[in-house]
Nanobody, 116 residues
């Protein structure tokens, strides 16, 4: 079992920045990849960024060049640095972890609102 807790969401103006954190606990040694997904009202949950245990990253085209995913293995924490935020980035952001058996774990989400 893996537990994920997100933090760092909030209200920012367009062009602003925000840093999300996701702390993992439980069977963390089984995690092969972690990432961030988001879901806007009326939309399906979509991938934002992922990072594997080997450090490979993947980004949605919509955030490429603006968002950066990183990790601190000692703290079992993954971060999402969000820069140049746009109103269309407004969504609930969910932390995700996948284990060796391809099971997915999800945090409860943190709301990011980009508005002037």
């Amino acid at each position: 079992q893996v537990q994920l807790v997100e933090s760092g969401g909030g209200l920012v103006q367009p062009g602003g920045s925000l840093r999300l954190s996701c702390a993992a606990s439980g069977s963390i040694r089984s995690i092969t990849a972690m990432g961030w997904y988001r879901q806007a009202p009326g939309k399906e949950r979509e991938l934002v960024a992922t990072i594997t245990s080997g450090g490979s990253t993947n980004y949605a085209d919509s955030v490429k060049g603006r968002f950066t995913i990183s990790r601190d293995n000692a703290k079992n924490t993954v971060y999402l640095q969000m820069d140049s935020l746009k109103p269309e980035d407004t969504a609930v952001y969910y932390c995700n972890a996948q284990d060796l058996w391809r099971l997915d774990y999800w945090g409860k989400g943190t709301l990011v609102t980009v508005s002037s």
